[in-house]
C-alpha cells in the first residue's frame, strides 16, 4: 500500500505562475486534507474534504483552489502563486468512522520566487 | 490565533532520561487530542492519542498526560533514544467540527547519545 502520494515533490514556480499539487490516497479514505508547514506557524489547514463531492474552507485557504476528483484525489491549486506561498505543503487523509488519526503524504516542498 | 500552542521549539536530553513535550490549547471544545513525530524531509507520522474523557494514555515508551482544567498536555518519552530525535506536533480536534484537526508548531528533540 503506497497509502497517501503527493506529486510533486520539488517545484519552483515564479510569482504570477499557476500550478497543482496533486495528492491522492489508495485507503479508501473519505476525508482528504491540504497543510501547510512554515517555520514558527506548525501546520495550518488550507482546505478539507469530509467526503467526495465536497470541500471546505481551513484557517489559511486564501490564495488556493481545492478539487476532490473522486474519493481517491484531492487536488490543490494556485492560480497566481505569491511568495508568501512558499511553504511545504502536505495532503493527508481519514477515516472518519471511529478513527481520529490523520495519514500524512511525504509533502510538496513549493519555492515562489 | 493559534488555538494549539508549543511553547517550547526545541529540547536537547541525554540518551536514557526522560523527555517531557509540552502542549497548551485555548479552546474549550477540543476532545480529542494526539501527538505526531515528524523526521526531515517525512510527513508526520501519528504516534499516541488521548481522549478527553481520560486524563492518561500509555503506548510503550510513550506517555500522553491531559490536564483538562490547564487546558495543557504533555508527552512523556521514558527512555529516550536518538532515534527520537524528529519534531514533534500536538494536534487536536473540536467537537463540533469534527473534521478539523488543529495542529502546534512543534518542538524539535534532539537526544543525545
Known amino acids: 500500500n503506497a497509502g497517501v502520494t503527493q506529486t510533486p515533490k520539488f517545484q519552483v514556480l515564479k510569482t504570477g505562475q499557476s500550478m497543482t499539487l496533486q495528492c491522492a490516497q489508495d485507503?479508501?479514505?473519505?476525508?482528504m486534507y491540504w497543510y501547510r508547514q512554515d517555520p514558527g506557524m506548525g501546520l495550518r489547514l488550507i482546505y478539507y474534504?469530509?467526503?467526495?463531492?465536497?470541500?471546505d474552507k481551513g484557517e489559511v485557504p486564501n490564495g488556493y483552489n481545492v478539487s476532490r476528483l473522486n474519493k481517491r484525489e484531492f487536488s490543490l491549486r494556485l492560480e497566481s502563486a505569491a511568495p508568501s506561498q512558499t511553504s511545504v505543503y502536505f495532503c493527508?487523509?481519514?477515516?472518519?468512522?471511529?478513527?481520529?488519526?490523520?495519514?500524512f503524504g511525504a509533502g510538496s516542498r513549493l519555492t515562489v520566487l | 490565533d493559534q488555538q494549539v500552542k508549543q511553547n517550547s521549539p526545541s529540547l536537547s536530553v541525554q540518551e536514557g532520561r526522560i523527555s517531557i513535550l509540552n502542549c497548551d490549547y485555548t479552546?474549550?471544545?477540543?476532545?480529542?487530542f494526539l501527538w505526531y513525530k515528524k523526521y526531515p524531509a517525512e510527513g508526520p507520522t501519528f504516534l499516541i492519542s488521548?481522549?478527553?474523557?481520560?486524563d492518561k494514555n500509555e503506548d510503550g515508551r510513550f506517555t500522553v498526560f491531559l490536564n483538562k482544567s490547564a487546558k495543557h498536555l504533555s508527552l512523556h518519552i521514558v527512555p529516550s533514544q536518538p532515534g527520537d530525535s524528529a519534531v514533534y506536533f500536538c494536534?487536536?480536534?473540536?467537537?463540533?467540527?469534527?473534521?478539523?484537526?488543529?495542529f502546534g508548531t512543534g518542538t524539535s528533540l534532539t537526544v543525545i547519545p
Open positions: 493527508a487523509s481519514r477515516q472518519p468512522t471511529g478513527a481520529n488519526v490523520l495519514t
Open positions: 485507503m479508501n479514505h473519505n476525508s
Open positions: 474534504s469530509a467526503s467526495e463531492g465536497t470541500t
Open positions: 479552546n474549550s471544545m477540543f476532545d480529542y
Open positions: 488521548i481522549s478527553s474523557i481520560k
Open positions: 494536534a487536536a480536534r473540536p467537537l463540533l467540527t469534527g473534521n478539523q484537526f488543529y
